[in-house]
């Protein structure tokens, strides 16, 4: 099946900018496509999910501040995230659900399979 491999995190500043990649290990047109977050005691948080270009989600708390996108062979993800903020510090992970992305598309239980993780750090 699709595995996963994230990238780009790191540590910075409140207001910088990181650019997150998602690696998948094979072409993944037929999957919904999204980016969550954790914390170590709370609970796995969605981000963005993408399907396609016109069936984008973000969370309240980024939209105007990240985006989400994918390339064209559906191999990988992005995740430009600008205006960091303190409150962004969490270990980011990608992940792949089969089918249409829909009402369900920020919840963690919709995906099936997920990346090993990058951190993000924002210091203020």
């Known amino acids: 099946q699709v595995q996963l491999a994230e990238s780009g995190g790191g540590s910075v500043q409140a207001g910088g900018s990181l650019r997150l990649s998602c690696a998948a290990s094979?072409?993944?047109?037929?999957?919904?496509m999204g980016w969550f977050r954790q914390i170590p005691g709370k609970e796995r948080e969605g981000v963005a999910s993408?399907?396609?270009?016109?069936?984008?989600v973000y969370a309240d708390s980024v939209k105007g501040r990240f985006t989400i996108s994918r390339d064209s062979a559906k191999i990988t993800m992005y995740l430009q995230m600008n205006g960091l903020e303190p409150a962004d510090t969490a270990m980011y992970y990608c992940?792949?659900?089969?089918?249409?992305?829909?009402?369900?598309?920020?919840?963690?239980?919709?995906?099936?399979?997920w990346g090993q993780g990058t951190q993000v750090t924002v210091s203020s």
């Open positions: 094979e072409y993944t047109y037929d999957y919904c």
């Open positions: 992940a792949a659900g089969r089918g249409s992305c829909a009402w369900d598309a920020l919840t963690p239980n919709r995906y099936q399979i």
């Open positions: 993408i399907r396609s270009a016109n069936r984008i």
